[in-house]
């Protein structure tokens, strides 16, 4: 079944969301790497609408800030005043002006509804020539929801009854109201100038809509959810962590069905732009946030977190933190290393146990293997640095880069003083400080020359005990002499 496009889809963002109990609004609040209105604007978007218009209200200057950088062809209308959800969407339709065609209104704080599932909504909607069709679904306990009643001949939706004012037979229902609607145009914009504020609230409830349109002669209509979790709102910290839960477990049940080993998905955290290629393997204690890609056959953890970086095929990452990072096909990285944005480390190169890397591109076959900094620098292939080197890149105003070449070997504990060069072959001692550049092919040696004071441990620390293991020693010296 196909559905047409819908003229418009109105996301209803204006709530303030108190009980988030948070500086932050409601709907700006993220899981699996997107806000919540981001994943409603992502399914939304799956349904090609001609228009898609959020209607802001609470921290509008925030969301509307939000919105142009998440998706900048969306619309915004202003509810200055939360009168309500049918408030809400006649403010979009004044935005809109007059609409011809199927609006589809759904909810900010669903981050679980798929695309899909408002697809199969409008092609129900348009087979079944509603007026309206209500998004419902089956859930195990119904306590608290609007019931969906049903014309027992037709299957038609009769009406939607909230708890507190159920039957008891109306209580056993277990069909429940999204709040995610299929609307004709016109026949909305027409029913909303009736909608009345008479009730406890004083507002204009959307869902009057539909008494107002059946009253009409329309029909009335609800397609239902697969699955109910799809539905669920977020209106609390607890229910943020247990929709994460649930993202999370979709987006590795689709990356493991799609080839990937996911060792332990009880503890390893995904974020929706996260790709993978064949037989990636993911082990426990994993979190890969942003754009990050793990090529074919790279494996990554355990405790490991990559927020967009690029791990190309054969890779290993073990016990790592990488923001924005590339690694090359084959390449080694930690345990416990930290790269920070712009490292690019080439073809089977490493990155050892405690070394730190910034801006700093690494050529193929180079070895940074133990308790290093290297930042703002460019190595080039095939060279080793030794342990404990560190390059000095910052002289208290402005930083410098340093340019090591290729096939060169630095000495442990090593400081490359930038700006400074070390030409290809070049080798520099353990323990050198290199202000200057090194030609090609030399030996760098920048340290002070080693002078043995004789007896200076007798007659500054006499009785300690270096003193009498040194005088022990030069005893056994003297017999063995």
């Not at 049903?150 to 009406?159: C, N």
């Not at 349109?213 to 609800?222: D, K, N, P, S, T």
Request: net charge negative; hydrophobic share 40%.
């Amino acid at each position: 079944m196909s559905a047409i496009r819908p003229a418009a889809v109105v996301v209803l963002a204006a709530g303030e969301g108190t009980r988030m109990k948070s500086a932050t609004p409601k709907v700006l609040h993220e899981i699996c790497g997107r806000t919540l209105v981001g994943h409603v604007l992502a399914a939304a978007r799956e349904l090609e609408p001609e228009n898609l218009v959020v209607v802001v209200g609470h921290a509008r200057e925030k969301v509307t800030a939000h919105l142009g950088e998440t998706d900048p062809g969306v619309r915004t209308a202003v509810q200055a005043e939360q009168n309500g959800t049918g408030h809400a969407v006649r403010m979009a339709l004044e935005e809109l002006g007059s609409v011809d065609g199927t609006v589809v209104v759904v909810c900010s704080d669903t981050p679980l509804l798929r695309g899909a599932t408002l697809r199969e909504l409008t092609a129900n909607h348009t087979a079944d020539g509603n007026a309206v069709t209500v998004l419902s679904a089956e859930v195990p306990d119904s306590t608290g929801y609007g019931r969906i009643v049903r014309d027992g001949a037709s299957g038609a939706v009769t009406a939607i009854v909230e708890h507190k004012d159920a039957s008891e037979s109306q209580r056993a229902i277990r069909e429940i109201n999204s709040g995610v609607f299929a609307f004709d145009g016109q026949l909305l914009a027409d029913a909303l100038g009736k909608v009345r504020t008479d009730n406890s609230q004083g507002e204009e409830y959307l869902t009057d809509v539909l008494g107002i349109l059946r009253e009409a002669g329309h029909r009335v209509g609800a397609s239902v959810a697969g699955d109910h979790r799809e539905i669920a709102g977020i209106n609390n910290r607890v229910q943020l962590s247990e929709a994460r839960r649930i993202l999370n477990d979709r987006l590795l049940t689709e990356a493991m069905l799609g080839g990937v080993t996911v060792i332990d998905p009880a503890t390893t955290w995904i974020d929706v732009n996260v790709t993978f290629g064949q037989d990636a393997i993911v082990q426990p204690g994993t979190q890969l946030h942003g754009a990050t890609h793990i090529g074919e056959g790279a494996e990554v953890g355990p405790n490991s977190r990559l927020t967009d970086t690029v791990v190309e095929a054969g890779a290993r990452v073990d016990n790592t933190v990488a923001y924005s990072s590339h690694i090359g096909p084959g390449a080694s990285v930690g345990p416990y290393a930290y790269l920070r944005p712009g490292t690019r480390l080439g073809a089977k190169g490493k990155i050892g146990t405690y070394v730190e890397t910034k801006n700093a591109t690494i050529g193929e076959g180079t070895k940074i293997p133990h308790l290093s900094y290297v930042g703002d620098a460019t190595i080039g292939e095939y060279s080793n640095i030794g342990a404990a080197s560190v390059f000095v890149n910052y002289d208290g105003q402005a930083k410098h880069h340093t340019t090591v070449g290729s096939h060169c070997r630095t000495g442990s504990d090593n400081m490359f003083v930038a700006p400074v060069t070390v030409g290809d072959g070049a080798y520099t001692a353990a323990g050198s400080v290199i202000t200057k550049d090194v030609p090609p092919g030399s030996l760098a040696v920048a340290r002070g020359q080693q002078r043995n004071i004789e007896g200076w441990v007798a007659r500054k620390r006499p009785g300690s005990a270096a003193a009498k293991a040194a005088e022990t020693a030069s005893r056994q010296d003297e017999n063995e002499d």
